[in-house]
């Protein structure tokens, strides 16, 4: 065994970043009890952080929870990008990562998910439990497989899979757009928004975890979008979309998030399925 000597100081600190939000992320989903079940109320409003913090309100919870989850993937994209930048990068770093990605991207969607759809099914009320079990478990098989196959020459254009912070953007930011139907728009509006969701959202979360585990390939938003040199259009794009995420953030990143999972798996089955109908062709 090979005792650790010495640790960089900075990328930890924002590793164990993630860790916290993604333990927070949990708390506060514990809270949760039947958020299904609104009782005909409106959201109250929060004035002070206090209250903001520790509001019982169940929609309320499900948005601060996947906000936590959101702040994580912020601690997630920093600590790497520190690491590099001081040339402060090791094994210990890499599995220290993994180790907070479970929690923040693994755990905490997990037990998100459940109490998101708490009457997913009428039939087994277990169902959710066992999507969410294995969604956990899909998020532990695809970290330690990117721990294995990535050495220090890959520049993580690429993912072989979907990424699990993304997977658990998805169920973050179904979580986020309720508490803005609710706080937003009438009542009735988001009890059918609500239905629809408890039944929609596990089966998607379990492509999600298939989706994970998979080889298909994903971009890294942030490398391909923002390294190197661009063209002016290029820049020109991103502070437009930029600026349409700011306006309607809350109905945008859902609709961003579902997108890149799907979009690549959609590319990947079109690309399989073309040479075989040019072949009967």
Same mark, same amino acid.
């Given at each position: 065994?090979?005792?650790?000597?010495? *640790?960089?100081?900075?990328?930890t600190? +924002?590793t164990?970043g993630?860790?916290?939000?993604g333990?927070?992320?949990?708390?506060?989903a514990?809270r949760?009890a039947?958020?299904?079940?609104?009782?005909?109320v409106? #959201?109250p409003?929060?004035? !002070?952080p206090?209250?903001w913090?520790? !509001?019982?309100?169940?929609?309320?919870?499900l948005m601060?929870c996947?906000?936590?989850?959101?702040?994580?993937?912020?601690?997630?994209?920093?600590?790497?990008?520190v690491a590099? *930048?001081?040339?402060s990068?090791?094994?210990?770093?890499?599995?220290?990562?993994?180790l907070?990605?479970?929690?923040s991207f693994?755990?905490?969607?997990?037990?998100?998910?459940?109490?998101?759809? =708490?009457?997913?099914?009428?039939?087994?009320?277990?169902a959710? $439990?066992?999507?969410?079990?294995? +969604?956990? #478990?899909?998020?532990?098989?695809?970290?330690?497989?990117?721990?294995?196959e990535?050495?220090d020459t890959?520049?993580?254009?690429?993912?072989? /899979?979907?990424?699990?912070?993304?997977?658990?953007?998805? *169920?973050?930011?179904? %979580?986020?757009?309720?508490?803005?139907l609710?706080?937003?728009?009438?009542?009735? !509006?988001?009890?059918?928004?609500?239905? $629809?969701?408890?039944?929609?959202?596990?089966?998607?979360?379990?492509?999600?975890?298939?989706?994970?585990?998979?080889?298909?390939?994903?971009?890294? @938003?942030?490398i391909?979008?923002?390294?190197?040199?661009? #063209?002016?259009?290029?820049?020109?794009?991103?502070?437009?979309?930029?600026?349409?995420?700011?306006? @309607?953030? $809350?109905? %945008?990143i =859902?609709?961003?998030?579902?997108?890149?999972a799907?979009? =690549? %798996? *959609?590319?990947?089955? $079109?690309?399989l399925?073309?040479?075989?109908?040019? /072949?009967?062709?």
């Open positions: 065994m090979r005792p650790v000597r010495a *640790i960089a100081v900075l990328p600190l +924002f164990l993630n860790l916290m939000c333990f927070f992320a949990i708390v506060v514990a949760i039947k958020p299904g079940l609104l009782e005909g409106p #959201s409003a929060l004035g !002070s206090r209250e913090l520790l !509001s019982n309100d169940p929609t309320h919870n601060l996947g906000a936590l989850i959101f702040t994580a993937m912020i601690f997630d994209a920093l600590d790497g990008l590099r *930048i001081t040339r990068t090791s094994d210990f770093g890499g599995q220290l990562d993994s907070c990605d479970m929690v693994g755990v905490a969607p997990a037990i998100l998910l459940v109490k998101m759809c =708490p009457q997913f099914t009428s039939v087994h009320r277990e959710v $439990w066992t999507i969410a079990a294995l +969604f956990a #478990s899909c998020v532990a098989l695809r970290l330690a497989r990117f721990n294995v990535t050495d890959d520049d993580h254009g690429i993912f072989a /899979g979907l990424p699990s912070p993304a997977a658990a953007a998805v *169920i973050a930011s179904c %979580a986020m757009f309720s508490y803005t609710r706080k937003e728009i009438n009542f009735e !509006s988001f009890a059918g928004y609500d239905w $629809w969701l408890q039944r929609v959202l596990p089966p998607f979360a379990t492509l999600l975890a298939l989706l994970m585990v998979s080889r298909i390939p994903y971009p890294h @938003v942030l391909q979008t923002f390294r190197g040199k661009r #063209s002016f259009s290029h820049v020109v794009v991103i502070v437009f979309t930029l600026m349409v995420l700011l306006t @309607v953030r $809350w109905y %945008a =859902p609709v961003l998030c579902c997108l890149y799907a979009i =690549p %798996a *959609i590319r990947y089955a $079109w690309s399925l073309r040479p075989a109908r040019n /072949g009967v062709t």
